[in-house]
């Protein structure tokens, strides 16, 4: 991506900040995951956002002081016995080509750096640092570390959170966006023609995963969220991912899994046949979840509210289930359908998103209804990639295909 977009990013991100303030972001640290070894790094969505580097342990500071906007990006110092055993650190230059930022300094000074600016005259008033999803218990992370810093040694300086303006920036999709997003949903098509063509009953799951994963890598691609394969009863677990299991004759397999491009998810969700045909009660339920896209898609627009799509697909199988004797109350459509239609997708595979979870347009969404039977042993979800556009939703995930005859036809 151009660092022009960057650059935009950046200042559309200081337009929004109040005077007199600072914003920090952190690239993050991977955590350690035991004596020797530490988890895959994964870069702080927001840091990628506005700088464009897939770096660790880098800090952004924007600054927005008397109207004047200055930007300040830390980095880690040459260091060359790391080099040598674990490879080739960031340079100033090229963090500076890749991001477009001027003013590059040792990530070493940042903590002093921070503190005497804290101190100065010209020291912000507030303090913008990211806060999101956090278990009650869990460890701090950079952000809050940083907050509890501040809170005790400078408490007359407000902690403000950027959630609110990262997730209106976010939201709305560009051109480069959608393009990588499109990239990533080129991978996800590209494997899962590759699990068609190999599955089998007899077949485990997890070699279903390390089929789908290993043309991921091929493409210097990686699964944007834990893969999920789950045949026969495993598919009502929605997020099934022990992956164990032997396939049998005759179920089915769901599979809901993503590709990344450039930090960019996709995410989709196909149901096959293990057999290559679905017996006729399959056919019948996949038919009624297939049409119940249309229904999301025709309920779609921006302005529309999430909980409204929901609702017309949850009327839509209060009728399918009727239709196939399962239920005579709509309210037991909650047994067989417990979660919501779809989510917002970009660097996150379940995005930030607005309050009032209405759909505005360049959102890009995800489509995902699903009926799941446990005593018939049936889970069948179908999950598309869309964009909402002012004169219609854009399937960005159309090629992959969906319908019982292409399905069929694929897997002879």
Same mark, same amino acid.
């Given at each position: 991506?151009?660092?022009?977009?960057?650059?935009?990013?950046?200042?559309?991100?200081?337009?929004?900040?109040? %005077?007199?303030?600072?914003?920090?972001?952190?690239?993050?640290?991977?955590?350690?995951?035991?004596?020797?070894?530490?988890?895959?790094?994964?870069?702080?969505?927001?840091?990628?956002?506005?700088?464009?580097?897939?770096?660790?342990?880098?800090?952004?500071?924007?600054?927005?002081?008397?109207?004047?906007?200055?930007?300040?990006?830390?980095?880690?110092?040459?260091?060359?016995?790391?080099?040598?055993?674990?490879?080739?650190?960031?340079?100033?230059?090229?963090?500076?080509?890749?991001?477009?930022?001027?003013?590059?300094?040792? *990530?070493?000074?940042?903590?002093?750096?921070?503190?005497?600016?804290?101190?100065?005259?010209?020291?912000?008033?507030?303090?913008?640092?990211?806060?999101?999803?956090?278990?009650?218990?869990?460890?701090?992370?950079?952000?809050?570390?940083?907050?509890?810093?501040?809170?005790?040694?400078?408490?007359?300086?407000?902690?403000?959170?950027?959630?609110?303006?990262?997730?209106?920036?976010?939201?709305?999709?560009?051109?480069?966006?959608?393009?990588?997003?499109?990239?990533?949903?080129?991978?996800?098509?590209?494997?899962?023609?590759?699990?068609?063509?190999? @599955?089998?009953?007899?077949?485990?799951?997890?070699?279903?995963?390390?089929?789908?994963?290993?043309?991921?890598?091929? *493409?210097?691609?990686?699964?944007?969220?834990?893969?999920?394969?789950?045949?026969?009863?495993?598919?009502?677990?929605?997020?099934?991912?022990?992956?164990?299991?032997?396939?049998?004759?005759?179920?089915?397999?769901?599979?809901?899994?993503?590709? @990344?491009?450039?930090?960019?998810?996709?995410?989709?969700?196909?149901?096959?046949?293990?057999?290559?045909?679905?017996?006729?009660?399959?056919?019948?339920?996949?038919?009624?979840?297939?049409?119940?896209?249309?229904?999301?898609? %025709?309920?779609?627009?921006?302005?529309?509210?999430?909980?409204?799509?929901?609702?017309?697909?949850?009327?839509?199988?209060?009728?399918?289930?009727?239709?196939?004797?399962?239920?005579?109350?709509?309210?037991?459509?909650?047994?067989?359908?417990?979660?919501?239609?779809?989510?917002?997708?970009?660097?996150?595979?379940?995005?930030?998103?607005?309050? %009032?979870?209405?759909?505005?347009?360049?959102?890009?969404?995800?489509?995902?209804?699903? @009926?799941?039977?446990?005593?018939?042993?049936?889970?069948?979800?179908?999950?598309?990639?869309?964009?909402?556009?002012?004169?219609?939703?854009?399937?960005?995930?159309?090629?992959?295909?969906?319908?019982?005859?292409?399905?069929?036809?694929?897997?002879?």
């Amino acid at each position: 991506m151009n660092k022009n977009f960057f650059i935009n990013n950046r200042a559309k991100f200081a337009k929004k900040m109040e %005077d007199y303030s600072t914003a920090v972001f952190f690239s993050g640290i991977a955590p350690r995951e035991s004596a020797d070894q530490s988890y895959e790094f994964s870069v702080d969505r927001n840091f990628f956002y506005l700088t464009g580097i897939d770096e660790e342990d880098m800090v952004l500071l924007i600054n927005k002081i008397g109207g004047e906007v200055s930007e300040t990006l830390y980095i880690p110092p040459v260091d060359e016995y790391f080099e040598k055993w674990f490879g080739i650190l960031m340079k100033e230059e090229k963090a500076m080509e890749v991001s477009g930022i001027k003013s590059i300094k040792n *990530k070493n000074e940042f903590a002093e750096q921070f503190a005497s600016r804290l101190s100065s005259s010209d020291r912000p008033d507030n303090v913008y640092i990211f806060s999101y999803i956090t278990d009650k218990n869990e460890p701090y992370d950079l952000y809050r570390g940083l907050a509890h810093w501040l809170r005790n040694q400078y408490p007359a300086i407000n902690i403000k959170s950027s959630l609110d303006i990262i997730t209106e920036l976010r939201s709305s999709k560009s051109e480069e966006e959608v393009e990588e997003i499109k990239k990533a949903i080129g991978y996800t098509k590209e494997a899962l023609e590759f699990v068609m063509k190999n @599955l089998n009953p007899g077949k485990f799951e997890y070699q279903v995963r390390a089929d789908f994963e290993y043309q991921l890598m091929l *493409k210097g691609s990686r699964p944007s969220f834990k893969t999920i394969g789950a045949s026969g009863e495993n598919a009502v677990i929605l997020h099934y991912v022990d992956l164990k299991q032997k396939i049998e004759d005759g179920s089915m397999i769901l599979l809901d899994l993503g590709a @990344l491009s450039n930090n960019y998810a996709s995410d989709i969700t196909r149901t096959y046949p293990a057999s290559g045909k679905f017996s006729q009660r399959q056919k019948d339920v996949y038919n009624i979840v297939l049409e119940a896209q249309d229904v999301a898609v %025709d309920a779609m627009h921006p302005g529309a509210f999430e909980v409204d799509v929901n609702d017309a697909v949850k009327a839509h199988f209060a009728k399918g289930l009727k239709s196939l004797n399962i239920i005579k109350d709509n309210r037991d459509v909650e047994k067989y359908y417990y979660h919501s239609i779809g989510h917002p997708l970009g660097l996150d595979v379940h995005d930030l998103r607005r309050r %009032d979870k209405t759909m505005q347009e360049n959102n890009v969404y995800t489509i995902e209804p699903g @009926l799941y039977i446990k005593e018939e042993g049936i889970g069948i979800r179908i999950e598309d990639d869309v964009l909402v556009k002012k004169n219609g939703i854009i399937n960005l995930s159309s090629d992959i295909i969906k319908t019982v005859k292409d399905i069929e036809n694929f897997m002879k």
